[in-house]
């Protein structure tokens, strides 16, 4: 199977944090034998999972974690988390063994748009099925399967990596003892309609071409622009107003003059504008238009309730003890909503509790703040 | 003079609630006769002002009142703000006269970027200036000066009509004798990273071509998705969350459907995605693009502090009665920031209370919500 964008040079996120990066004990893939049946009614034939995985499974294979990343992640957990790996954090990489595996839909070395669809021998762009957080999960447990891990110490993760650790609980009961739920609710209307401005934004570049385009020439600008989008809403207010205020663009532009760029219609930059400008030309030389689409998808379309005929039909399922974590200043997903969320799992019978992350990151807290995060989970 | 974007057939905005539309005693254009400096350092060449009037000039000549309009908004105050002149409400027609002048730079008559350059008799496009709001006021006031109207009663307006109405104060403080200031402060990082979403949205789209479009092929699809992301601002998560939920578009679709209208990587819309998109495309049809680059950038470039030495130096010079007005949910302009804002006004010397709107539209609630704003201002 040759991927071309999967691969393709693309870096991983780095962590955004000071901290070294924690490298895999290893790194590789994993071939379903067979179809990955969708619930969207469409089927994925013989997909790939790249996975990494740290620290050692133990003879009793009790000792598997399951973490599981957000939308831009990859499997190298130990390059976007690796705080979480710190002597007394929350993984060990003496007694835990550590899985991560890429989503389907992305573009680290999971079958994505960015793949060649066996079906057809080309790429598949645009008729890349709907591939949804449940199907992720069943897909992943295909692979815990194939290393003989059948329960899971603990399963985690932030954003669309928590819907997968709350859906792992619910479509496996048996198989997870607790699981850690950040910054996470099903999307509401606003998170929704981020979700549909940044669809926009990609498919507006003429170079997107319907989903079609060439490696070599991806819609770069429309990217770059979700991207910018997006990171209005995974950070706060209160923290660009302390980091850029109303200052110039630190580069040297002047907001006030009479010509910019384009002439008078655009002056200098503020300096959040360049600070978003350059986030956006950041992320276009690490991701991919088509799985930013596909992942958005199975961002929307997540409800855990759906095809249950209650709460209790759902939630009631799970055995693990769930945490969920809000975080004081996520708009994306406000702390009081992951709060009711985790009081509606428990009223339906699991066991959950909620903590707070005391943040001024927003959403993003859980990635650029990961010391405070350890913190509330010790 | 020409114009061809304005008054193209555009039509102005409409009233947000069921209220009946005010019509005015008069509209026309008034021409200034000669350059009109620019605070950038360039003029325009005798700009027009176009302008509505309601109700009738007293012969003392001191019941004028003046009513700044919002980015989008247009002279007609009596079409986008008619429970404000409801009887006992803030305006009267029987003992006020009204005038609503419409910004430069918009596309609703005044001189503006879909105006022809008198200097090279094409159209200014992306070689129309820098317009702030103070350049705005001076224009205002030498248009009063033609009427005769040596000071207002009252002058208004919300947004950056609320920007208009402070800097009247402060240039020209011996001629206003009170102003209501409907959520607005200065652009926090978070506004002007929204606006610089939105000038990109309209930037990328290859019809804009430089800002030399011609008006029948104006660059529709970008100022639609500029209009989106400027309702996301506009509206409250909450009020999303009420009318439009997680529930699909209303015109029937499935967001959980295998293929939408770009195979797998789209779907159906949700309700928020059909009601964003028919927002934009209602949009489209009657504002110019360039018009909203040009007041986009003298809402980023409002700084009523900017050339003065001290707050006290600005403000201090205020003689008339202000009122700040927050909205209870606005995240563009937080309530707690207008609070704040009105406070530092009142601390350098001018006479100026708060006062809070409780609604859960948002920024938006000024226009959406008339008659709780003036029960307020009561």
Known sequence: MTDTF???????????????????????????DGPLRLECGRSLDCPTLHYAVYGRLNAARDNAVLVCHALSGSALVGSWWPEVFAPGAVLSLKHDFVICINMLGSCYGSTGPGSVNPETGQLYGPDFPLVGVRDNVRA???????????????????????????????????????????????????????????????????????GRYLPQRPPRRGLALARQIAMISYKSAPLFDERFGRHP??????????????GGLTGGRFDIAGYLDYQGQRFIERFDANAYLAILR???????????????????????????????????????????????????????????????????AFLAEQAELVRLLQ
């Open 6 to 32: 999967n691969r393709s040079g693309a870096s991983p996120p780095e962590p955004k944090t000071g901290a070294k990066i924690v490298e895999p004990t290893y790194e590789g893939d994993f071939v379903l």
């Open 140 to 210: 992943q447990a295909r692979l815990l399967d194939s290393l003989g891990i059948r329960k899971l110490r603990l399963t985690l993760g932030g954003s669309i990596g928590g819907m997968q650790a709350l859906d792992w609980t619910i479509l496996h009961p048996d198989r997870v003892e607790r699981a850690l739920i950040v910054g996470v609710t099903p999307l509401s209307a606003m998170g929704l309609a981020l979700n549909h401005l940044q669809r926009q934004a990609i498919q507006h570049d003429p170079e997107w071409d319907g």
């Open 249 to 262: 663009n630190r580069s040297g532009e002047d907001p006030w003059a009479a010509d910019g760029a384009h």
């Open 298 to 364: 199975a961002m929307d379309t997540w409800d855990p309730l759906r095809g249950y005929e209650s709460p209790q039909q759902a939630f009631g399922r799970i055995k693990a003890a769930l945490s969920f974590i809000g975080i004081s200043s996520d708009w994306l997903f406000p702390a009081d909503e992951v709060r009711r969320f985790a009081e509606s799992v428990r009223a339906a019978g699991a066991q959950a509790d909620y903590r707070e992350m005391k943040s001024e990151h927003g959403h993003d």
